[in-house]
């Protein structure tokens, strides 16, 4: 690690550069940021935009319940309940007693109301309060290779369902008649989600995490003409807001996360407006 340290020092002659916590969250951006570009294409097509946004409310609770049952990491906590809340949140989805987003509304408001409720008795919620926002400075060198095992995992997965995952979004019923099995593929690709979005509270942030999956995607989709530009976009979109957000947030003294996505949505009103100009 400490090669790659002086090859950052030599390459980014910038005096942020030289603080050891800026170089860990500067490798976390880059291999967190097209992370998201990559799951956010996938989530965008697959309409679950609304579902990834429930489940980063769900991290709470997933801390609650750890606090009940003794469980003293709350990564293990939040992954194991992010698990369970998707699928059965996939399993009531498939009955169709009531709209898919009635249900995940209903999930979210539940799951972070209980969550809220068991971590303030006694006042002790603000022992979680900085997991609203997060905190990407705070990654540790072992955290970073948490993330890169996480990034490979992605990106196999990505290789081997994309298509697949892609006629699922375009039309059930036909991938159905294809033999692809639409719930299994659902499923997995849900605790995927699940367990990128829990891992990645700590250092995203819950009110933000969803915004990071989303704007990149939704950003590239404005400006790409084709499936390769749609995916490639997304993640030099991410990387870029990343980057960028990092940085403006050392000089300016504010929090990296919400730095990022203000850089990302000014990114997508650009493309947007570029878009809307060239349909004219």
């Known amino acids: 690690m400490n090669i790659l340290y002086d090859i950052m020092e030599k390459i980014l002659p910038f005096s942020w550069v030289e603080y050891n916590f800026m170089k860990n969250a500067l490798l976390a951006i880059i291999i967190i940021t097209p992370l998201f570009g990559i799951l956010g294409t996938m989530v965008i097509n697959n309409r679950m935009a609304f579902f990834s946004d429930a489940l980063g409310h769900s991290a709470l609770t997933g801390i609650a319940v ?17 698990i369970i809340f998707a699928i ?70 990505w290789l081997l369902a994309f298509n697949k995952l892609h006629s699922v979004g ?10 692809i099995k639409s719930n299994l593929l659902e499923d997995s690709f849900s605790i995927l989600i699940a367990i990128i979005v829990m891992l990645s509270i700590k250092w995203v942030g819950i009110l933000i995490i969803n915004a990071l999956l989303i704007l990149p995607a939704a950003t590239s989709r ?26 403006l947030s050392f000089y300016l003294g504010t929090a990296t996360g919400p730095t990022v996505v203000i850089i ?6 650009a493309t947007l407006f570029i878009s809307s100009i060239k349909s004219k």
């Open 264 to 269: 990302a949505a000014i990114l997508f009103f």
């Open 88 to 157: 059965l949140l996939n399993y009531i989805k498939r009955r169709k007693t009531l709209s898919t987003d009635t249900v995940i509304s209903v999930f979210s408001s539940l799951s972070m109301s209980i969550g809220l409720m068991i971590l303030s008795k006694g006042g002790n919620f603000s022992r979680y309060s900085s997991m609203l926002v997060g905190d990407i400075l705070s990654i540790t060198v072992k955290e970073v290779g948490l993330l890169c095992i996480i990034f490979f995992i992605t990106l196999i997965y």
């Open 66 to 82: 750890g606090t009940i049952f003794g469980i003293s990491d709350t990564n293990i906590s939040m992954v194991l309940y992010a």
């Open 170 to 179: 375009v039309n059930i019923s036909l991938a159905r008649s294809k033999n």
């Open 222 to 247: 404005n400006i790409a003409s084709n499936v390769r530009e749609y995916h490639l976009f997304s993640i030099l979109v991410a990387i870029f807001s990343g980057v960028i957000g990092l940085v």
